[in-house]
T-cell receptor
Framework: DTGVSQDPRHKITKRGQNVTFRCDPISEHNRLYWYRQTLGQGPEFLTYFQNEAQLEKSRLLSDRFSAERPKGSFSTLEIQRTEQGDSAMYLC??????????????FGEGSRLTVL | SQQGEEDPQALSIQEGENATMNCSYKTSINNLQWYRQNSGRGLVHLILIRSNEREKHSGRLRVTLDTSKKSSSLLITASRAADTASYFCATDDNTDKLIFGTGTRLQVFP
C-alpha cells in the first residue's frame, strides 16, 4: 500500500484557466476528503465522499469548484476560471470508515496551486 | 471554517526541552486528534483522545483533554531538532469530518 497520492504536486496557472487535481486514496478506504490550506493556516474542509456519493460540501466550495469520485476510487477536484485567491495547497485524505469509528485521516502530500 | 485556535502560534525551544501546545475548540466532540505537518508536506496523525478520556500517552507525546473547558494540550518531551514542524489539533464533532485548528509552528534548535 503506497498511501494517498496526489497529482500534480505543483501547478502554476494563469488567472481564468481551469485546473484539475487528482487524488488516489488508500485502496479500500471508502471515505475521501478534500481540504484547502493557505499559508500559515490550518486545513479547511471542502468536501467529502463515501464511495462515489458526495455527502457534504462546504460553503467554501463555490460553483467554480467541482469534485467527483466516479467509481468510488480516485477523485478529482476541478477549479474553473481560477482566481488569485484560489492559490493554496489542496490536500486529499482518506479513511476506511467513519471518523467516529476509526479516527484518523490519512493525508496525501498535497497539490500546491499558484494562480498568477 | 476552523473549529479551534492553538496557542502559541509559534514556539522556539532548544533540543532536550519540553514543548507544550494548547488547543481550544467550540463545540461538543467525539474525539480530538493531533497532527504534524512538515513544511510543504501533508499531515501525519500523531494521537487521538476520545471525549471520555482525560490523558493519553504515546512515546514522547502526552495529550490531555478537558471537555469542560473545551481545551486540549500536547506535550512533546525531550524535543529533538526533527520535531520541528507545525502541529494541528482537529476535532470530530460527529459530522464525519475533522475540523482543524490554526496550528502551532514549533522550531527546535540543535
Amino acid at each position: 500500500d503506497t498511501g494517498v497520492s496526489q497529482d500534480p504536486r505543483h501547478k502554476i496557472t494563469k488567472r481564468g484557466q481551469n485546473v484539475t487535481f487528482r487524488c488516489d486514496p488508500i485502496s479500500e478506504h471508502n471515505r475521501l476528503y478534500w481540504y484547502r490550506q493557505t499559508l500559515g493556516q490550518g486545513p479547511e474542509f471542502l468536501t467529502y465522499f463515501q464511495n462515489e456519493a458526495q455527502l457534504e460540501k462546504s460553503r467554501l466550495l463555490s460553483d467554480r469548484f467541482s469534485a467527483e469520485r466516479p467509481k468510488g476510487s480516485f477523485s478529482t477536484l476541478e477549479i474553473q476560471r481560477t482566481e488569485q485567491g484560489d492559490s493554496a495547497m489542496y490536500l486529499c485524505a482518506s479513511s476506511p470508515n467513519t471518523i467516529s469509528n476509526t479516527g484518523e485521516l490519512f493525508f496525501g502530500e498535497g497539490s500546491r496551486l499558484t494562480v498568477l | 471554517s476552523q473549529q479551534g485556535e492553538e496557542d502559541p502560534q509559534a514556539l522556539s525551544i532548544q533540543e532536550g526541552e519540553n514543548a507544550t501546545m494548547n488547543c481550544s475548540y467550540k463545540t461538543s466532540i467525539n474525539n480530538l486528534q493531533w497532527y504534524r505537518q512538515n513544511s510543504g508536506r501533508g499531515l501525519v496523525h500523531l494521537i487521538l483522545i476520545r471525549s471520555n478520556e482525560r490523558e493519553k500517552h504515546s512515546g514522547r507525546l502526552r495529550v490531555t483533554l478537558d471537555t469542560s473547558k473545551k481545551s486540549s494540550s500536547l506535550l512533546i518531551t525531550a524535543s529533538r531538532a526533527a520535531d520541528t514542524a507545525s502541529y494541528f489539533c482537529a476535532t470530530d464533532d460527529n459530522t464525519d469530518k475533522l475540523i482543524f485548528g490554526t496550528g502551532t509552528r514549533l522550531q527546535v534548535f540543535p
